[in-house]
């Protein structure tokens, strides 16, 4: 069964800093793209930030860009964030999804979730 | 950046025929893919690529992308389909990926 269980979420002061683990299992990690999005208490998702199968390539979403960092470690299945300078904007839901594309339609899509962590960023 | 906008809230009868709609600039040339998400569960893959569904998922379900609209439509929806329904595509000019606004779906 292919399974993906967030840990690391908690409360934390603004300016402070928290690191995301997602651990994968189920298939073969290291051939699929990894992606973190986050839902704000009550509020839509947001794609936050994706990195490819050999970690050698990221992308991140302009209100998190230069502050989170994606990265994983394919020998032990499992994908990071780390989050520095949080802010109070920053409080959500974080969930670790695998990407799947589509070369004949050119799609990007998530599958499967995981169930998600919470990050509170509260003084 | 690339906006998807859908309704805030679609109401339908058991039985009835739901159709969410997900409004983007030439979103037809994109690919369109659609989640469920049910109150404090994680998001679930319902179509893909427009209008493929993945293993599991009931053939009542299913979706159409032409022009300026795409379409998730949920056929004899039943108690159970109650949830949020978000649209999704990757934007490529950004390698950013962007989720509508979302719906919720209340079954009278």
């Known amino acids: 069964e292919v399974q993906l269980v967030e840990s690391g979420g908690g409360l934390v002061q603004p300016g402070g800093s928290l690191r995301l683990s997602c651990a994968a299992s189920?298939?073969?990690?290291?051939?699929?793209?990894m992606h973190w999005v986050r839902q704000a208490p009550g509020k839509g998702l947001v794609w936050v930030s994706r990195?490819?199968?050999?970690?050698?390539?990221?992308s991140y979403a302009d209100s998190v860009k230069g502050r989170f960092t994606i990265s994983r470690d394919n020998a032990k299945n499992t994908l990071y964030l780390q989050m520095n300078s949080l802010r109070a904007e920053d409080t959500a839901v974080y969930y670790c999804?695998?990407?799947?594309?589509?070369?004949?339609?050119?799609?990007?899509?998530?599958?499967?979730w995981g169930q998600g962590t919470l990050v509170t960023v509260s003084s | 950046s690339y906006v998807l906008t859908q309704p805030p809230s679609v109401s339908v009868a058991p039985g009835q025929t739901a159709r969410i709609t997900c409004g983007g600039n030439?979103?037809?040339?994109?690919?369109v893919h659609w989640y469920q998400q049910k109150p404090g569960q994680a998001p679930v893959l319902v179509v893909y690529?427009?209008?493929d569904r993945p293993s599991g998922i009931p053939e009542r379900f299913s979706g159409s992308n032409s022009g300026n609209t795409a379409t998730l439509t949920i056929s004899r929806v039943e108690a159970g389909d109650e949830a949020d329904y978000y649209c999704?595509?990757?934007?490529?000019?950004?390698?950013?990926?962007?989720f509508g606004t979302g719906t919720k779906v209340t079954v009278l």
């Open positions: 999804a695998r990407g799947w594309y589509s070369s004949s339609h050119g799609g990007n899509w998530f599958d499967p």
């Open positions: 189920g298939f073969t990690f290291s051939s699929y793209w």
């Open positions: 990195i490819n199968s050999d970690g050698s390539s990221t």
């Open positions: 030439n979103i037809g040339s994109k690919s």
């Open positions: 690529d427009d209008s």
């Open positions: 999704q595509v990757w934007d490529s000019s950004s390698d950013h990926y962007v």
